[in-house]
């Protein structure tokens, strides 16, 4: 199924779609007409937040505007209906003229009361009528509507304009072709109508499909001929994909710059619902404050840990395991066009089981205060990190957009993770110096997945492969660089037993990048600087650390660390390298983050490690 045609099938689902040839809008005022087309009054729509968020109403379709100037029908912003604005307005006076004589054309025969009066409040309005009181300073550029006085009815929604607005639609229309989605013959959207809501796009709305340049044209073909595609699959496929991208849809999510549309596509509307459910969480949206949605969330996390695990989803949710088909839509913005960044469509069987796997991937100890941590946080991952008031805060706006969007795509494929990825976060370790427990749980995913594809998984001594490796901490793993890294994290727990916690800056701080890409030049100065120094000054029963209780205790530490550092020294026989590649240094981070955290019977060890840092997935 094309992506066109399981937005058309998304939109004869959705519980509450408008009418064809009809659009929710915002709409901000009123005017209040008396039947000889004089103002009553005009009704301020918008609500009492702090924003005066405007109304959303339902009105006849919004047109397709370029660089023309064409009229709403019975509504429009405040240069088209009464020729104000808030700026300096070039054309609008022509803006309005022609709002002016299309409806006067369009209601020439009308019969209708209500229709006759905005035909006669247009014949004599001038824009040297727009003063207070009547007319409010914030009507202007706000989108207007009509109705008649004593009347609670808008005039866009009167019978006798449903039925002009019907007969316009059908004047317009072309001759009738094979629509590409449908299948069965209609009058052809010339013009298709825009998408809103897609983040860094044109406010007024993109298009997903558009012909506007003689390069983009065929065989003689004007716009929308070069692809058929009816004025019903058009309205369908755009009405549906609007109501996916609107902010509370429960249907979207942004990941970089890239807004990501998801829906399940099932009979059963409630199976749909709990479907939408897990993508939102797997995609990483964040349930609502309601009681049910946390315990609806807490299960779903709970159901994908059990398929982590091994579990298949028949047994833990056989209603989804069949039946249900999700669809996966990443938009980016792309002057007046939107770029299809990803499309993904398949079972969600599927998409479970790749998510699955994802987590088996990253799956780590110690583990993420979140061991389900959804594609948005690991794509945030990538940006640069900076503590705000002891929070740990990653710039969603410098996440890489291709990088975001491979991600995206390996995760719902179960492919290769993108290859620029690890260099991208093993610099971004090295500047901002943060190594929060979801990133080095993606650099580890990373290797482990490059492994398993490429069939280089350390085996167990029945030669199996052993799917669980840099799962936890393993002393007996011979990797050099692994190794290196454990070395590393023992040389700073000495530095902070002698100096304490309260230091400025930690070995980690200023050495860990360069000791993970040339050991070999780093090592050796660090070994001989936390001889000399640290692990002296505990031998002489000295430290500045607040859980160190007396000498005694210091020259325990000191014995126990120098004990440590030297076996894991002497058990790599050519000493370090003097390089390592990429999954060497993410292997080193790996080896340096599990020796950091892990637990040991010591309790001077278990004090050293420092606290972790409180994190966020913003």
Sequence with gaps: MSLLAALARAYDRLPDAPPYGYSTEKIGFCVVLNPDGSVAETADLRGDDKKRSPRLLLVPQAVKRTVGIAPNFLWDKSAY????????????????????????EWLDQTGDAGLLALHRFLEGWTAEAFAPPLWPEDLRDQNIVFRLSGEY??????????????????????????????????????????????WGAQSSGASLISFNLDAFTSYGHEQGDNAPISEAAAFAYTTALNRFLEKDSGHRIQIGDTSTVFWADCEDATVAQEADAWAALMLGGNAKAGPEEKLLEARIRSNLLQMRDGKPLQQIAPHLSTGVRMHLLGLAPNAARLSVRYYWTDSFGTLAQNYAA?????????????PVFSIRAAALRSAPAEFRNNVLKYDGDRVSPLLAGELTRAILTGARFPRAL????????????????????????????????EQRLPSRPDGTPMETYLMRPDPEDPNVARRLGRLFALIERAQLAALGDGINATVKDKFLGPAAATPGRVFPSLLMNAENHHLKRLRNGHSDADWIKDAAHARAVGAGLNRDIGELWASLERGAPAQHSLEEQGLFLVGYYQERFVKRDESAADAAASPEEHESEE
Excluded at 84 to 96: I, L, M, P, S
């Design 358 to 370: 994802y987590l088996r991937d990253v799956a780590m100890e110690p583990a993420p205060e979140r």
């Design 153 to 198: 009815e808008y005039l866009h929604d009167r019978p006798a304009a449903r039925t002009l607005w019907r007969a316009i639609g059908a004047a317009n229309a072309s001759d009738p072709q094979i629509c590409l989605v449908s299948g069965t013959p209609g009058p052809v959207a010339r013009l298709h109508p825009s998408i809103k809501g897609v």
């Design 422 to 453: 690890l260099g991208l976060l093993l610099m971004r370790v090295r500047s901002d110096h943060v190594l929060d427990r979801i990133r080095i749980s993606l650099i580890k995913g990373l290797i482990v997945r490059d492994m398993r594809l």
């Design 81 to 104: 209906v009464l020729g104000v604005t808030a700026g300096e307005g070039k054309r609008t006076a022509e803006e309005h003229a022609k709002f002016r004589e299309q409806h006067l």
